[in-house]
């Protein structure tokens, strides 16, 4: 089944290209099925990047997603234009009213501030224990799952001494895991943060589940035992380039860019990086959307 997309959103194009089954509103409605509803949270800059990363995983399963893209009343974003913001995002009181199948919360390049100095922090929190009744599994990723981690579990972050980015090994802590199968035991997976979270009080926390974690890079995968939430602290819905661009876009800002670990081939930054993880990424979103949120959303949220 495809996934909806409105028209004129610029991932459309780039989907279409890559062979995405892409369905527009219009035809989407003369099916008689039901559709899973995922609201995205997107709180990354460049919008439109994280939109096509996005769309592409939650568009190869066989199930038909329609997506809603949410955006923050209390921060404006600077790296986008108001048009493509008012045309294709919703603010949250516009759909506090709806119920969704799934949401998505994405990272944010904020790590190093206070949760409470967050421009957002009041309207996130409102979101999030809006999620607790209005939507069956919440999948937060990098900062969107620290802040889930303090602010349902409390649990803080802490300041890493470098940067951990690069691609990094991990390992399963139980392979028979829904939202890990068809994972290898040892898998690689992207990281882009400054901050780090504690396993040891994740291991001990009474309502988590720490699934998969890396030596050099922390604690990855970590779901909640109700299921509800789900937290991934790195990127696997990254393309390729992606730390490459980060890692270009900090050179020019002068700020002493770590250069990515394992990342580029011979650690040579000229040379073109190539995707390490992709198969995991595509398991992950397909075993969320099917065992965690399909399997167990009601057919009428009514």
């Known amino acids: 089944m495809p996934i909806t997309v409105p028209k004129g959103l610029p991932a459309r194009e780039h989907l279409l290209e890559e062979r995405i089954f892409v369905m527009d509103e219009e035809r989407a409605f003369t099916q008689d099925i039901r559709p899973l509803r995922i609201l995205i949270l997107n709180l990354m800059p460049e919008k439109e990047k994280t939109e096509l990363q996005l769309l592409r995983l939650l568009g190869n399963t066989p199930l038909q997603v329609n997506p809603t893209f949410l955006t923050t009343a209390t921060y404006e974003s600077k790296n986008v234009s108001k048009t493509h913001l008012n045309t294709f995002y919703?603010?949250?009181?516009?759909?506090?009213?709806?119920?969704?199948?799934?949401?998505?919360?994405?990272?944010?390049?904020?790590?190093?501030?206070?949760?409470?100095?967050?421009?957002?922090?009041?309207?996130?929190?409102?979101?999030?224990?809006?999620?607790?009744?209005?939507?069956?599994?919440?999948?937060?990723?990098?900062?969107?799952?620290?802040?889930?981690?303090y602010h349902f579990y409390d649990i803080g972050k802490?300041?890493?001494?470098?940067?951990?980015?690069?691609?990094?090994?991990?390992?399963?802590?139980?392979?028979?895991?829904?939202?890990?199968?068809?994972?290898?035991?040892?898998?690689?997976?992207?990281?882009?943060?400054?901050?780090?979270?504690?396993?040891?009080?994740?291991?001990?926390?009474?309502?988590l589940k720490l699934l998969a974690t890396s030596e050099e890079a922390g604690p990855f995968l970590i779901a909640s035992k109700d299921e509800k939430n789900l937290m991934m602290t790195g990127h696997l819905e990254y393309d390729a380039t992606t730390l490459k661009d980060e890692y270009e876009r900090d050179l020019a800002r002068g700020k002493g860019a770590e250069m990515p670990k394992n990342y580029f081939p011979n650690d040579d930054p000229t040379q073109v990086p190539q995707n390490q993880w992709r198969s995991h990424t595509h398991h992950l979103f397909s075993n969320w959307l099917n065992y965690y949120v399909y399997q167990a959303t009601p057919y009428d949220w009514k």
């Open 90 to 149: 919703n603010v949250f009181d516009e759909v506090k009213d709806q119920k969704f199948d799934g949401m998505i919360i994405t990272g944010a390049p904020i790590e190093l501030y206070e949760f409470e100095d967050v421009d957002y922090w009041e309207e996130l929190t409102e979101i999030l224990d809006w999620t607790k009744t209005n939507v069956t599994s919440t999948l937060h990723i990098c900062w969107g799952a620290q802040a889930a981690l």
């Open 158 to 207: 802490f300041e890493l001494p470098k940067k951990c980015t690069g691609i990094f090994t991990h390992r399963l802590e139980d392979r028979h895991e829904e939202i890990v199968r068809g994972f290898n035991d040892i898998f690689p997976a992207p990281h882009s943060r400054h901050t780090g979270v504690s396993e040891e009080l994740i291991r001990q926390h009474p309502d």
